[in-house]
Structure formats: C-alpha cells, structure tokens
C-alpha cells in the first residue's frame, strides 16, 4: 500500500512537502522554500529513503514556498519535475506571479509585500499537465493520480490515492499563521487565493473522490469533515 510521509521544512508543519512511497518508485511532493534541499534529503535519509528511489517530483503550485528548491532538488535527485502549464512562468523566471495572489483578509498586504521580490533557481517542468487532465502515478507503483485544482493559482494540481488520502496543499491550511504552533488543525484561511469561484469547483471535485485524510502545504493533516467545515465556512 502506497504511503505519505510528511517532510516539514518549518516546524510543526508551518510548511510541509510529501514523499509518496510507491512501489517502483517514489514521488516527492513540493520543494519548500529557496535552501530546503538539504533538509529535505536529511529527513529523507531520516526515513532510511535512498534518494536513487525517488523518481519524479511534483510541484503543486506556483508559490516559492512550495517550487524554492525545485531546480536544486532535480539536480539532486535526477528526476524529471511535473507541474501544469498554468503555473509554468512562474517555473521558467523563478519568481511567483503575485498577480493570482488576491488577499482574503486586507492584513495579509504586508506578507505580500515581503514575498514580491523573492527569486530562485527557475527551471522547466518535463512533464507538464494542460487543462483538466488527470495523470495517473501508475507508473512509479502509486495507486493515484494527479487532478488540476485551480484557485489557489490557475495551475493548482492535488494528488488523490486510492487509500483514502489526498494532498490539497493550499487549497485551505489548518492552524495560526499557516500552520502555527498551539492549534495545528484548526481550518483557516490562507493568506490569499487567486479565485475562491475556482477553488469552490476544485473543493467539489476534491470531495468527490471521497478521501478521508487531506494532507495540507501548512498545518494539517486534517479529516474530511474538517474539509468540509472550512468548506462551508469560506466558500
């Protein structure tokens, strides 16, 4: 049976990436922050993982918190990097496109102001997914596969498995300040979405393939009825 591990760059999940252990291979998902490389492959090898079993890297959204250490983590690993086309000049530049970062509450300006100006390494996806279509992780043994969810950013991406998981990202976080420190599951809005209609229709197909346990880019993990609380509450 296919596995997440959770791998925290900041603590207690203030931002988390995933490794999926498949059969064949296994998957790492999201890069972190620009310099997560090496607290990435520690806590890999924390989990007795060999990076040579690492066969792709997925990158969720086009926020540097999340593709920061892409470039440096390919060149790593070796592994071809998927993401959709949406998201893809924020990839080829190494910068976030702020223009999809519409605050939901007007404090979160500051935060925005902050992050404007961050680069990194940029690189090019091999695989890229167009649309709405889905891409199925048979290939690296993964019971799962790859949806678009867009709303967070137009090229938001979710990864449903057969075993009852799912990881959203940050389609909602759980916690204060993005995952926080004395109440980690509790659903919160994150700072911004570029459009809640969009993300609305991405919470209905999420849902619709029925997991149980949602893995988030900060905070979490958290339950289906917690997905449906924020759900109901913010959208």
Known sequence: MNKVIPI??????????????????HILVDTGVPNSEKKIMKQLK????????????????AHIDHFGSAYKLKQLLKVPILAHQLDVESYITG???????KLN????WLFKKIIKNQKTEPFQPEI?????????????????????????????????????EAIIMDMMASGILLGGVMFHSRVKHPPFHDSINELKNSFDKVLSEKAEKYYLGHGGPVNRIQVLEYYNKYL
């Open 128 to 164: 890229l997914i167009k649309g709405d279509t889905e891409y199925d992780l048979k290939e690296w043994g993964v019971n799962g596969k790859i949806i678009h969810t867009p709303g967070h950013t137009p090229g938001s991406l979710s990864i449903i498995l057969e075993n009852g």
């Open 95 to 101: 910068k976030a496109d702020i223009s999809t970062m």
């Open 46 to 61: 924390k989990h007795s993982l060999d990076k040579k079993d690492i066969g792709l890297i997925i990158i969720t959204h």
């Open 8 to 25: 925290s760059i900041w603590t207690r999940g203030m931002i988390n990436c995933f490794l999926i252990k498949g059969t064949r291979k």
């Open 105 to 108: 509450k007007p404090q979160w």
